[in-house]
């Protein structure tokens, strides 16, 4: 049994214009200790995809439809008194923006320790301190640092302290929404090569959201590609950077520089992401595919295997 299960999820924003179909019909599954990258274009349905895992969605979004299950907990339909125990505890979110995330006013070590007092009634403040404290040695942060503000410390560091603090209750999975962003290079590989060691040292299973696919490529086992509130491509990271399937995968692979291939110039896709009160019918990448026919006008692609554990929904391989 997968550790996450995602099945067939439908989260939309219900606005004065109509429901933003942000995610439609999404489905993947995260096994004990994998990592997984959930890539794709900003406004792609990426980050609506983990606040419908623990269910913290603005209050215009809803899940519509599918199902997300925790091992066998069916966590769509557990009310909310029920959900306390899965967040933190079972899965921990990283949000981007690691200043934005931390509360100024207070201290990073309090910060942790109030988030242990919050989600485990049987611990006392000391031993809440002293977890803190190996939390921070994990990720790389002096003990001494407990007592610093957000304000002083640095961009990396506090993006380390989340990192921290979402590991306060030993969740078995932990998303993490750009972790880099905001980060220059150097910091950014830091955070991520401290991931990737926690990842290994706890056997946490990671889903790490990002736009950039050379940072899954580094770190992950799978990787799932979003367009438009939909996964469009799924496989291994091997399988995904050997023979991208779809369309939208190789345009995103060739935006990127490579620095191992020959040198060749890059090329952006064509266009812009649709608007998903409206989205074209049919393929939603049709009006910026080069391969478009006239089938992927009428018709939804479904995703289907075209190769051992790599799926794709395009008609090049499918419906012909
Ligand atoms: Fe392009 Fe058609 Fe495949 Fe969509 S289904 S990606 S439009 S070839």
Redesign the pocket.
């Given at each position: 049994m997968s550790l996450l299960n995602v099945e067939n999820l439908k989260t939309y924003y219900f606005t004065k214009r109509g429901p933003v179909k942000a995610v439609d019909d999404v489905s993947f599954q995260v096994e004990e200790g994998q990592a997984m990258g959930l890539a794709g274009e900003s406004g792609c349905g990426k980050t609506t995809v983990a606040l419908s895992i623990i269910k913290v969605l603005p209050s215009r979004g809803k899940i519509v439809g599918g199902k997300v299950s925790l091992k066998n907990l069916d966590i769509t339909t557990i009310p909310e008194k029920q959900m306390k125990n899965v967040r933190w505890k079972r899965i921990s979110l990283v949000f981007q923006g690691a200043m934005n995330a931390l509360d100024p006013l207070y201290s990073l070590g309090d910060q942790i320790v109030e988030a242990i007092l919050t989600h485990e009634s049987k611990i006392n403040k000391k031993e809440a301190m002293n977890r803190a404290e190996k939390l921070l040695q994990l990720v790389g942060i002096e003990r001494n640092r407990l007592k610093s503000y957000p304000h002083e410390l640095s961009g990396g560091m506090r993006q380390r302290g989340l990192i921290a603090m979402a590991l306060a209750c030993n969740p078995e999975l932990l998303i993490a929404d750009e972790p880099g962003t905001a980060l220059d290079v150097i910091v950014q590989a830091q955070v991520l090569n401290i991931m990737e060691d926690l990842r290994r040292k706890l056997n946490l299973a990671v889903i790490l959201i990002t736009h950039d696919l050379s940072i899954i490529a580094d770190t992950c086992d799978k990787v799932a590609i979003m367009y438009a509130g939909k996964v469009?491509e799924h496989a291994s990271v091997s399988d995904l950077f050997e023979e991208p399937l779809?369309?939208?995968t190789q345009g995103l692979i060739q935006a990127f520089p490579n620095i191992k291939s020959r040198r060749t110039r890059m090329r952006s896709i064509p266009g812009s992401p649709p608007d998903l009160l409206d989205p074209p019918m049919?393929?939603?990448?049709?009006p910026r595919?080069?391969?478009?026919?006239s089938?992927?006008?009428e018709k939804e692609?479904s995703a289907q295997m075209a190769k051992r554990e790599h799926s794709v929904?395009?008609?090049?391989?499918h419906d012909t």
């Open positions: 469009v779809h369309p939208y049919g393929c939603r990448f049709h595919c080069p391969y478009a026919k089938l992927c006008m692609p929904a395009c008609h090049l391989y």
